[in-house]
């Protein structure tokens, strides 16, 4: 008799900065008290993953290896395990979320593998690190009363940027982003007033420019290379001297300027988090109010696909979200 297929299978870095990933068994995860256990069915390619093949320790000096990354997963319940933050899950259920595996070194927590554990709580990383870094108390809400000031969103027509664009609106805020000119109008429709060209040299300038008479409210700087200019426009312009950053800056600040390095996960379970998913969310997108933007782009099947998916990625993506069925 041959032997039986192991339970659960997994896209691994068997070490630092190893290339490609191995697909080898895993241990099947179990749910403990107030986690589930989710069966994989499609992952999304976000930045981090490739971030942390290519830096690993560099960036992260605490992972252990080997180690089961992918943060952006849906699927479907297999096993709910006790706990009253379980109320209302059951088997079956459809869900989508944001994996902790990176944060708490758990490899059940990891989405690069068919079966994973999860402790459920408002999971939503798209737009979570601008309504942490800057939109403070303000709250979405189908019917926003205009603030008055106007947020610096760099890179609108990626992932990140699509949504953050969409939860400034939502609280109010006037937003001014960037893309490159063939998305202009994709960040238009998302709600942003006035769209600039990444890639023209004289950004910067045309950045401040747009900022007179108006009062900033801050800056989002989502991708590497958009610190510096986020500070400068934040620096020069009246209002609040502050900018948000997904990846950490170690550079000379403006002595004005205040940034706070945000990360997706810094949401979960806060009143950030409850206010877009309990309050906001549910009757946003059932209302069509908001947009599950970008359009996702499937790049292929199976585990197998994950180092295709994470490749294309680190060439650059907008306007689309990359997707592996599982």
Excluded at 54 to 66: A, N
Excluded at 103 to 131: H, I, M
Aim: charged share 20%.
């Amino acid at each position: 008799m041959g032997s039986e297929a192991p339970s659960n299978m997994a896209a691994v870095l068997p070490t630092a900065k190893a290339y490609p990933l191995v697909i080898q068994a895993a241990d099947a995860p179990r749910a403990n008290h107030g986690e589930i256990v989710v069966r994989v069915e499609a992952i999304a390619i976000n930045p981090m993953d490739w971030l942390i093949q290519d830096m690993g320790p560099d960036l992260f000096p605490f992972l252990q290896y080997p180690y089961i990354g992918g943060t952006d997963v849906a699927g479907q319940v297999t096993e709910v395990g006790p706990g009253n933050n379980l109320a209302g899950i059951k088997v079956e259920d459809r869900v989508l979320g944001l994996t902790l595996g990176l944060t708490s070194n758990d490899p059940r927590e990891g989405a690069f593998q068919q079966c994973r554990c999860s402790a459920p709580g408002n999971r939503y990383g798209g737009g979570g690190p601008v309504s942490e870094g800057l939109l403070g108390s303000c709250s979405p809400s189908l019917n926003p009363k205009p603030r008055g000031e106007t947020l610096l969103i760099w890179a609108g027509s990626s992932s990140v940027g699509s949504n953050a664009i969409q939860l400034a609106v939502a609280s109010g805020y006037e937003v001014i982003t960037t893309s490159s000119p063939r998305n202009f109008g994709f960040c238009k429709e998302l709600g942003a007033s006035h769209v600039f060209d990444y890639s023209s040299a004289s950004l910067i300038q045309d950045l401040i420019a747009a900022f007179k008479g108006k009062r900033i409210a801050g800056a989002f700087a989502l991708l590497p290379g958009s610190a510096e200019p986020c500070l400068e426009v934040v620096h020069k312009s009246e209002g609040a001297k502050f900018v948000a950053m997904c990846l950490p800056y170690d550079g000379k600040l403006p002595h004005d300027v205040k940034t706070k390095f945000v990360f997706a996960t810094s949401i979960k379970d806060n009143e950030v988090s409850k206010i877009i998913f309990s309050r906001y969310l549910p009757r946003a997108l059932e209302q069509g109010r908001y947009r599950c933007a970008p359009a996702p782009s499937v790049v292929g099947a199976g585990l197998e696909a994950l180092q295709k998916g994470m490749d294309q990625q680190k060439q650059g993506v907008s306007a689309k979200k990359l997707v592996v069925t599982i």
